[in-house]
């Protein structure tokens, strides 16, 4: 059973990986790509091809019937208010934790109070773009053959090189070893949000939502100040104490029980 979910996984990453590449050679190489509209929509597809992947996977593999169990596990099954709020909840506390800390150690403005409607369809894609992919199945099977210890360890490591293509159009402008820090820790809370919730993957779809609006509100990015990566850091370190005290809270639940 161990070499059937290795098998799905490697086909899952194998896609993961490979569709976005295609997209990325279509903008690079084929001028109708790189006009407005159909740019737009292949970034679109970009963002969404871990959620492609999985369905692909499981369609492939198991059939139409277990492609149906997987989708109402991760949206209809187990919802649990709870963390639908944590999730709405986390990134606030992040978000105002980071401007905190700017506003004190660095003495600048971070906020953006203009978004445009197109950054908003950006940002709502986030809802359901990724996370049926790298939590609802890439997490479901490693948890299946891995220490659960190392699964949020692997899937950050994966999920921050899984950007590649992002950064190679120039729309993602973090330090990468930064950023692979920060998918890291942000993996930490993802799979404590779904974990808890027996693998649905709503509350984990809303804090990445959330965690980019964040991102839009709060601009961190080193290239908004010259280069200066303070923010960045701050916002880094922020997240890591949100992870560290749910971390704890969980060890503290689990000996409780």
Same mark, same amino acid.
């Given at each position: 059973m161990e070499k059937e979910y290795n098998k799905g996984i490697k086909i899952f990453l194998i896609f993961s990986f490979t569709l976005p590449l295609i997209s990325l050679i279509l903008i690079k190489f084929i001028p109708f790509f790189q006009k407005e509209i159909p740019y737009f929509i292949i970034y679109g597809f970009e963002a969404i091809t871990p959620s492609i992947s999985a369905i692909l996977v499981i369609n492939i593999l198991y059939g139409k019937k277990e492609t149906l169990s997987f989708l109402k596990r991760s949206y209809v099954k187990n919802k649990k208010v709870k963390y639908i709020l944590f999730a709405f909840a986390l990134p606030l506390i992040i978000g105002l934790l980071t401007y905190i800390c700017c506003a004190i150690f660095i003495n600048i403005s971070i906020l953006n109070t203009s978004i445009s +409607? @197109? @950054? !908003?369809? !950006? =940002? =709502?894609?986030? =809802?359901? +773009?990724e996370e049926l992919g790298?939590?609802?199945?890439l997490q479901e099977n490693l948890n299946k053959t891995l220490d659960k210890k190392f699964v949020p360890l692997l899937i950050g490591i994966i999920w921050s090189l899984w950007h590649y293509h992002f950064f190679l159009l120039g729309t993602i402008s973090a330090p990468i070893i930064l950023f692979t820090i920060s998918c890291i820790i942000?993996? %930490?809370? %993802?799979y404590w949000l779904t974990d808890q919730s027996k693998q649905n993957v709503i509350p984990a779809s809303i804090f990445h939502f959330m965690g980019n609006l964040l991102f839009s509100i709060l601009l961190i990015y080193p290239d908004y100040y010259n280069g200066n990566i303070l923010p960045y850091i701050f916002y880094i370190i922020s997240t890591f104490i949100i992870m560290i005290c749910f971390v704890k809270c969980e060890s503290f639940n689990k000996r409780a029980r």
């Amino acid at each position: 059973m161990e070499k059937e979910y290795n098998k799905g996984i490697k086909i899952f990453l194998i896609f993961s990986f490979t569709l976005p590449l295609i997209s990325l050679i279509l903008i690079k190489f084929i001028p109708f790509f790189q006009k407005e509209i159909p740019y737009f929509i292949i970034y679109g597809f970009e963002a969404i091809t871990p959620s492609i992947s999985a369905i692909l996977v499981i369609n492939i593999l198991y059939g139409k019937k277990e492609t149906l169990s997987f989708l109402k596990r991760s949206y209809v099954k187990n919802k649990k208010v709870k963390y639908i709020l944590f999730a709405f909840a986390l990134p606030l506390i992040i978000g105002l934790l980071t401007y905190i800390c700017c506003a004190i150690f660095i003495n600048i403005s971070i906020l953006n109070t203009s978004i445009s +409607a @197109k @950054k !908003i369809v !950006i =940002l =709502l894609w986030a =809802l359901i +773009a990724e996370e049926l992919g790298w939590r609802g199945f890439l997490q479901e099977n490693l948890n299946k053959t891995l220490d659960k210890k190392f699964v949020p360890l692997l899937i950050g490591i994966i999920w921050s090189l899984w950007h590649y293509h992002f950064f190679l159009l120039g729309t993602i402008s973090a330090p990468i070893i930064l950023f692979t820090i920060s998918c890291i820790i942000d993996s %930490y809370i %993802y799979y404590w949000l779904t974990d808890q919730s027996k693998q649905n993957v709503i509350p984990a779809s809303i804090f990445h939502f959330m965690g980019n609006l964040l991102f839009s509100i709060l601009l961190i990015y080193p290239d908004y100040y010259n280069g200066n990566i303070l923010p960045y850091i701050f916002y880094i370190i922020s997240t890591f104490i949100i992870m560290i005290c749910f971390v704890k809270c969980e060890s503290f639940n689990k000996r409780a029980r």
